[in-house]
Structures are given as structure tokens and as C-alpha cells.
């Protein structure tokens, strides 16, 4: 069975960045591609960024392009997003998740979720 484990959240003050990982357990990430999503209180799942299987295609929100990152080492079965210059409103909780990566980043095309980290934006 598919498991990921999100860590790398905290709280971080505005401007400042964090780095996320997503590691896989019980199967080889090379075959995947992954999705970074983030939820914010009283607000739906949102696409934040995905990567393809070997890391030759990635999307981004256009509300994070020019801040976040994301990567694959498939050597360390991981995927990052490095989040740079953080804003109040990235603040929520982080989830990857395993599936087909499109310029839409859709919830309904990914699976597998982990249990997020939380990240908080905040002064």
C-alpha cells in the first residue's frame, strides 16, 4: 500500500522560507508522479505544485510561482517543495499526495494522501 509522510512544516515569520518532504514508505516513488496540496482553515484542498514521475515536468499555482520548488531524489525515495518568501496567506496544512500531474494540479487526479504538515505564516 501507497504510504507518504509530509514533514519539514513549522512556523516561520513573513519573507522567510521553508524546506517540505515528502517520503514515500512501502513502494519506490520512481514511478509516480507527486502533488503538493495545502489546505487552509474553512477553505478547500488547493493544487499547490506537482512533479512528474521523473522529475522532467512540474506545475505550479499561480499563486506560488517565482517563490516555491519542487523536487525529486528518487535515489532517497523523497520529494521536496522549498517554499521561499512565505506570505501570511501560505499558511495551512501541507499534503502530498501520488497521481498524474497536469497544469490543473486536481485533487481528483491524485491519491494516496499523506497525513500534511502544518505550516504557519505569521509575524
Known amino acids: 500500500q501507497l504510504q507518504l509522510v509530509e514533514s519539514g512544516g513549522g512556523l516561520v515569520q513573513p519573507g522567510g522560507s521553508l524546506r517540505l518532504s515528502c517520503a514515500a514508505s512501502?513502494?519506490?516513488?520512481?514511478?509516480?508522479?507527486i502533488g503538493w496540496f495545502r489546505q487552509a482553515p474553512g477553505k478547500e484542498r488547493e493544487g499547490v505544485s506537482c512533479?512528474?514521475?521523473?522529475?522532467?515536468?512540474?506545475n505550479y499555482a499561480d499563486s506560488v510561482k517565482g517563490r516555491f520548488t519542487i523536487s525529486r531524489d528518487n535515489a532517497k525515495n523523497t520529494v521536496y517543495l522549498q517554499m521561499n518568501s512565505l506570505k501570511p496567506e501560505d499558511t495551512g496544512v501541507y499534503y502530498c499526495?501520488?497521481?498524474?500531474?497536469?497544469?490543473?494540479?486536481?485533487?481528483?487526479?491524485?491519491?494516496?494522501w499523506g497525513q500534511g504538515t502544518q505550516v504557519t505564516v505569521s509575524a
Open positions: 499526495a501520488a497521481g498524474t500531474c497536469t497544469k490543473h494540479i486536481g485533487r481528483d487526479e491524485f491519491g494516496s
Open positions: 512501502g513502494f519506490t516513488l520512481d514511478y509516480y508522479a
Open positions: 512533479i512528474s514521475s521523473n522529475g522532467g515536468s512540474t
